[in-house]
């Protein structure tokens, strides 16, 4: 008797359970999708509303070959910018989704410092659209970490949210432990060029999984915002000296103009 008491209590507790689960999942359903820059609802699951797919700046061809810095006119293959020409980044190529300019701007903060997390399946579908050379050449992903300070902080890694979703939906590898941030970085706000390459040199070093992970490998790494390349051309200065036979990077904006990047990111 006594047993079959516990046993009713425990169906009775997944059941509530149950019940919490399914009324999560019909209030996710009630509740209109809203567009992720302006906020207005709106229908189906694109993320923005038909006036924001106007005003977002979405990146594509023709850019430089090297570091995605977008052209007015296309002059042909495989071209270079000037900054590339001149010094090339530690990283092979970067990609982003959109530039960062005053409409997009709001998006990448209310996702970054917001805990908008139901932005990032929408940031990382644009992200594949802008990436998707460098995707599917890619033997492993990663994010750039996050001091664990600032992890605790924030709760979660926003670029680790976005690499994740693009390894699982494309079916690369996922690595969220290949680089390890080893100190705090002050913000990068308000930092020239040359200041904030300081600011981050020698803030990351190999994480867990050790050089064995990354030998030979074609790396993607995954962050939010390329603002002057500091912080990607740090995380790809380890990856390249442990061994990774190229580092591509994903970004989901970046700033077109380096001098007015106005971010905490690198
Ligand atoms: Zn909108
Ligand atoms: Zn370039």
Redesign the pocket.
Known sequence: MAQSETSLNAGAGHGRSAVVAVAKRLLDVALPPR??????T?TGDGG?????WETVPFLSAPYCSCCGYPFDVAIGEDVLCGPCLRKRPLFDRARAAFAYDEESRRMVIDYKHRDRTDMAPALARWMMQAGARLIAEADVITPVPLHWSRLVARRFNQSAELARRIARESGTDYAPDLLRRRRRTPSQTGLAARDRARNVKGAFRLGRAGVAAITGKRILLVDDVLTTGATVSACAGVLKWAGASAVDVLTAARVVRAEDGRTDSG
């Open positions: 567009c992720l820059s302006c906020g207005t709106v923005l509303c038909a006036e924001c």
